[in-house]
C-alpha cells in the first residue's frame, strides 16, 4: 500500500532542531525519523491492546538516499542536464540498467530512432515494390541505376548513423552527455 496520507503537527524550535539534528545523526530525513518514531508508538500501543498494525511494503514507494562526493554531483549535474532529466530519475534508469545489464535510451533518442527505424521501413517497402515489378518483367519508370546506389548509400550512411548514435548514447551513460558530432 502506498504511504500517501499526511500527518501534520506544529512544534517549537528547539524541538524541530533536536529532530534535525537526530535525523542527521543517523543520516536520515527528518520525515523519515518521525515515521520511525510513530511505528514505535504504534508497536508499543499494539503491545498494550490496542488494534496491531501490520508493516506494508510499497515497492515503487521506496526511497534511497545516497551522499555524494561534490565532484559526482557536479557531474551528474552536467548529465541530467545533458539528458534533459530529473537527477533522481537519471539515478534510477542508471541503477537499473547496471543492474538488469540494459541499456538506458532516453526518450526523445528513442523517439529519432523509432523515426528513423520508421523512415527505412517506408524506403525498403518501396524498394521491394519495385524489386517485385521488375523480377515480373514489368517495365519499371522508378527510379534507374544511379538513384539505386544513391538509396543504398543513404541507407548505409542512416545504419552507420544509427550505430553512432547509439554507441554514443551507451558512452554518455558511462562518461557524460552525448557526443552531438554523430
Same mark, same amino acid.
Given at each position: 500500500?502506498?504511504?500517501?496520507?499526511?500527518?501534520?503537527?506544529?512544534?517549537?524550535?528547539?524541538?524541530?532542531?533536536?529532530?534535525?539534528?537526530?535525523?542527521?545523526?543517523?543520516?536520515?530525513?527528518?520525515?523519515?525519523?518521525?515515521?520511525?518514531?510513530?511505528?514505535?508508538?504504534?508497536?508499543?500501543?499494539?503491545?498494550?491492546?490496542?488494534?496491531?498494525?501490520?508493516?506494508?511494503?510499497?515497492?515503487?514507494?521506496?526511497?534511497?538516499?545516497?551522499?555524494?562526493?561534490?565532484?559526482?554531483?557536479?557531474?551528474? #549535474?552536467?548529465?541530467?542536464? @545533458? /539528458?534533459?532529466?530529473?537527477?533522481?530519475?537519471? &539515478? *534510477?534508469?542508471?541503477? =537499473?540498467?547496471? $543492474? %538488469?545489464?540494459?541499456?538506458?535510451?532516453?526518450?526523445?533518442?528513442?523517439?529519432?530512432?523509432?523515426?528513423?527505424?520508421?523512415?527505412?521501413?517506408?524506403?525498403?517497402? #518501396?524498394?521491394?515494390?519495385? @524489386? /517485385?515489378?521488375?523480377?515480373?518483367?514489368?517495365? &519499371? *519508370?522508378?527510379?534507374? =541505376?544511379?538513384? $539505386? %546506389?544513391?538509396?543504398?548509400?543513404?541507407?548505409?550512411?542512416?545504419?552507420?548513423?544509427?550505430?553512432?548514435?547509439?554507441?554514443?548514447?551507451?558512452?554518455?551513460?558511462?562518461?557524460?552527455?552525448?557526443?552531438?558530432?554523430?
Amino acid at each position: 500500500m502506498a504511504a500517501d496520507a499526511f500527518i501534520q503537527c506544529r512544534v517549537t524550535p528547539e524541538i524541530k532542531a533536536l529532530v534535525r539534528t537526530l535525523a542527521r545523526r543517523d543520516q536520515i530525513t527528518e520525515s523519515t525519523l518521525i515515521k520511525q518514531l510513530l511505528e514505535v508508538v504504534l508497536r508499543s500501543s499494539a503491545a498494550a491492546g490496542l488494534s496491531r498494525l501490520e508493516p506494508q511494503k510499497a515497492l515503487r514507494d521506496m526511497r534511497l538516499y545516497v551522499r555524494l562526493d561534490p565532484n559526482d554531483r557536479l557531474l551528474l #549535474n552536467e548529465r541530467v542536464a @545533458a /539528458r534533459g532529466m530529473p537527477a533522481a530519475t537519471y &539515478v *534510477a534508469v542508471l541503477v =537499473r540498467s547496471h $543492474l %538488469r545489464n540494459l541499456a538506458p535510451l532516453p526518450k526523445q533518442e528513442l523517439l529519432a530512432l523509432k523515426s528513423a527505424v520508421a523512415e527505412l521501413g517506408a524506403i525498403g517497402r #518501396n524498394l521491394n515494390q519495385i @524489386a /517485385r515489378a521488375i523480377n515480373q518483367g514489368q517495365r &519499371v *519508370a522508378g527510379p534507374g =541505376r544511379d538513384e $539505386l %546506389r544513391a538509396m543504398l548509400q543513404v541507407g548505409g550512411a542512416l545504419r552507420d548513423h544509427v550505430k553512432a548514435l547509439l554507441a554514443a548514447n551507451a558512452k554518455s551513460w558511462d562518461q557524460g552527455h552525448a557526443e552531438t558530432a554523430h
